[in-house]
């Protein structure tokens, strides 16, 4: 069963179209990533699909109720937590939690008592009476995740939710995901981290430029752009841009920017091509730093459908 599914989904602002044509197909339980630089339009589909925005054209459902014409029983039904914390910085994490129960139509009574349980589950209870202004960024975002499951929705939407965070808070919002995932509720979520993506997402969509340009597993996605991946780096700027030369003139190779100006990885499609690659740089005369070979990264996945990585950039989230 599907909880999520849009057809040819899509919404214009003024001349941009920022969601063009998006299909989508999310299985009940899973955790479902989109992934994409920011300005991809990724926010704008999820706000979409938590009936903030209405499409320009196409059609979504959650939960069979389609996002338009059913937009209240949609919203009864799912969680929400943006970019950035929505939490009352003027209240404790205590008080935060109550005021959401309340609002959600729980008693007072039941409305603490659930805010002291998830505030237990996410490591923060022995700051629950301290004011959030107090709180680090990594606090708040555990805070706001948890205030969007006072009530266990049936799916929870998740836009950007590490964007900010040392690696730290960020492993530990890893651990939440996974566990309100485990309990049944369907995670959306967007995320311009590749690692991110791959740790989380059941299965992913590629999305740029409003496009949905690939979707599959991690491993489906891996495998589509080469059998692995050379990762080279050299000693310097001119070695490296002869190399890059070699690579591309001559074997015809798919080259993609390394971590540093000195390196770069190339995909190949089979092992035979490794020494013959190593033959053609090392015969120009370069002098090799290191010669590895590996399966490809979701990054070198997202440049070679891109041909551009997915680094931060522009916000995707729209006004109409």
């Given at each position: 069963m599907n909880s999520i599914e849009t057809h040819g989904l899509a919404k214009q602002f003024g001349n941009k179209r920022a969601v063009d044509g998006i299909d989508l197909a999310i299985k009940q339980g899973t955790i479902y990533g989109l992934l994409g630089p920011n300005g991809a339009g990724k926010t704008t589909?999820?706000?979409i699909l938590a009936t903030l925005l209405k499409p320009t054209a196409g059609t979504a459902t959650v939960l069979g109720f389609d996002v338009v014409n059913d937009a209240a029983q949609v919203r009864e039904r799912i969680g929400l937590t943006g970019q950035y914390a929505s939490v009352d910085?003027?209240?404790t994490g205590i008080e935060n939690m109550v005021l959401v129960g309340r609002l959600?139509?729980?008693s007072w009574k039941g409305a603490r008592a659930r805010g002291v349980q998830l505030l237990e589950s996410f490591g923060l209870?022995?700051?629950?009476?301290?004011l959030v202004r107090s709180y680090s960024g990594g606090m708040r975002r555990r805070l706001d995740i948890a205030a969007g499951l006072v009530v266990t929705p049936e799916v929870v939407f998740l836009d950007e939710p590490t964007t900010g965070l040392d690696p730290r808070s960020r492993g530990q919002v890893w651990e939440i995901v996974r566990a309100v995932a485990r309990e049944g509720t369907t995670v959306l979520l967007t995320t311009q981290y590749m690692e991110e993506a791959d740790r989380l997402a059941d299965r992913l969509a590629v999305i740029d430029h409003g496009r949905r340009?690939?979707?599959g597993t991690s491993s489906e996605l891996k495998a589509s752009v080469g059998a692995s991946t050379l990762r080279i780096r050299l000693y310097s700027l001119e070695d490296r841009i002869t190399s890059e030369k070699i690579l591309?003139?001559?074997m015809a190779?798919?080259?993609?920017p390394g971590?540093?100006?000195?390196s770069f990885a190339a995909s190949i499609a089979r092992e035979s091509q490794i020494p013959e690659v190593y033959q053609a740089i090392s015969g120009g005369g370069v002098r090799l730093a290191e010669f590895a070979v590996g399966h490809p990264s979701l990054d070198e996945v997202f440049f070679a459908l891109t041909g551009h990585s997915a680094a931060p950039g522009q916000n995707d989230a729209h006004r109409p």
């Open positions: 589909t999820i706000r910085e003027e209240l959600l139509g729980l209870i022995e700051a629950s009476k301290q340009i690939a979707e591309k003139e001559r190779l798919e080259v993609h971590g540093d100006p000195f």
